[in-house]
């Protein structure tokens, strides 16, 4: 098994408050020194041959080894005098087994060590470096690498102005090979690993590869960064974001979602990030959720950008957010195209693939890479096509109102929920979503293979959003459930007579519905509704299984007596007047139905020929849920 190298000859000037006397890697960590964590975890990771390289207050942590039983063998070794980080490695070679992995003696990490050496063994690399996103990469020291994950430059800090670099720091962890350190030996001291040794190795033409983590590892130098690393341990986070644990993730569409939509985002000069994209991005940081951005770039195969175009562009989209404090932990992208006849295209890549959206090659791949649950996480995006490859990857689907807005109708696909931008669905996301789970749960617990769920109440009272959610955990509870809006049903506009019941064509949703809901299986085709164009949409392929759990809503869905041999339940929603017809109002404003009298018109109308019916209905429901009290409406 590869051998470790602990780099423990730090003074730790900074952190003296907190040391009394000891050595900095001997720094209390809630109530273990930081070297008995480091040497335990890496023999949690197979890891039980270690050196630890000492210098200062070497007597101390001499007598701590002494004192104490650890898997494996521990060797310490003195170099007699300040060298720097590398300095103390090359001084001790000889020491050294063939492959090691060096760690930074005052770094808390949680690594799947085992992974990063099979990626090293795979690269061939002379070293890998783990690199990681962080929240502040303007000032910090930046690696670039390859598509490979070759590195091909160090940045340090400070950059020259208007430099956009992609959000990769060093984190002070790396494999090694001892050959490709021999004709160093001689490297002057005092040196570093990152400032001095690893590029002029570059400049030499080493090897060295980049290996890009999510995980845990922050140095604890100072006492603000020790007290961070503390409530890390506590609270959880350090296990979490283990690639041994399984992840939650939030999946982002590019165009139309993070950035503004212009046609196709050949330059970085055609890109600028979307109100409210940083903060949704920094948010889902912030809440320990992956954040993968997915996007189709057919600029590639078209031959109107090339790979080098498309990584400018996505520097300054890691850029841009890094100013605001937030990044992205991956990013994939499709650069396939079906259809041939562009001038300049590129023939190699004009083909049929998985990974170009609605279909799910993408989120797969970043799923294995880094064990994401599907269950738990999230897609986000503007268009028909994101919404699709949610459904056939497992994920809750959202779709935001910027962009397309769905309006594409590519692909016949609805989402389980809709917001008029990431920032709105960032905050149901992290801060909403669990207090509605919570709200719904008895009805999760009561709920069965094959029942039928009516939720009906006003209309703009949050039905659709409980029924996705009511879908949703239903799903991850393993069973089966599929959501219908009865606003599927509705007639045009021009077909439309006086009442709610005038609106909906009711007994069509009972003839399509009759086979199902005779307590059979069903496999047809479903209407669909554009409420853009207030007009009948691409009839959609349903299948609804014997057991699948029907959840049908809509404003008239508590007035029709369903008929056939499912057991019902029948939620009604209410919610506040005043934050509803607020509601109302910019709906059929944003969807230019009506000005702002127009929209007062229909929502008086409405309280006249639909709440009175709907209102009376609420005694026949066997749950009702106010969706106002649930938690404090806050659209950001």
Known sequence: MTQAVILAGGKGTRLAERLNGRPKPLVD?????????????????????????????????QAFFEQRQFPGRVRLFDDGEPRGTAGALLACLDELDDQ????????????????????????????????????????????????????????????????????????????????????WRDFPAPCDFAKDLFPAMLRAGAHISGYVSFEYIKDLGTPKRLDKVEKHLRSGVVKRASRQHQQKAVFLDRDGTLNVLRDYVRRPEDFALLPHAAEAVRAFNNAEYRVVVVTNQPVLARGEASFGDLQRIHNRLESRLGDAGAYVDAIYFCPHHPDAGFAGEVPTLKIACNCRKP???????????????????????????DILAARRAGLRSVLVETGEAGRDNKFPAVPDFRFAHIGAAAHFIVHTYSLLVAAVNEWLLKVQPGDLVLVGGLARTGKSTIAGVLKSELVARKLDAQVLSLDRWLRPAAERTAGVLGRYALEDAQRDLKDWLSGGALDADMPSYDRTLRARGVPERTVLAQKTVLILEGVPALLVNWRGERRIWRLHIDAAEAPRRVRIEADLIGRRLADEQGAAQTYEQRQQDEAPLVTAARATADGILDFDSIFQIDTP
Do not use: C
């Not at 008995?36 to 070497?58: F, K, S, Y």
């Not at 990769?168 to 790396?174: I, R």
């Open 29 to 61: 960590v809630n109530g273990t020194p930081l070297l008995e964590l480091q040497v335990r975890t890496l023999a949690h990771h197979g890891i039980d041959d270690v050196a630890v390289l000492v210098n200062h207050a070497a007597d101390q942590i």
């Open 100 to 183: 090691f992995i060096v760690v930074y003696g005052d770094t808390l990490f949680d690594i799947d060590i085992g992974h990063m050496l099979a990626a090293h063994e795979a690269s061939g690399a002379d070293a890998t470096l783990l690199l990681h996103p962080n929240d502040h990469p303007a000032d910090s020291d930046l690696v670039e690498i390859d598509a490979s994950g070759r590195v091909q430059a160090f940045h340090g800090y400070p950059h020259p102005e208007g430099a956009e670099l992609r959000n990769l720091v060093n984190a002070a962890f790396y494999i090694i090979e001892k050959k490709a350190l021999l004709a």
């Open 359 to 385: 279909q799910p090659g993408m989120m797969h791949e970043a799923m294995t890479a880094m064990n994401i649950q599907a269950a738990d996480s999230w897609m986000i995006g503007d268009s028909s096509a």
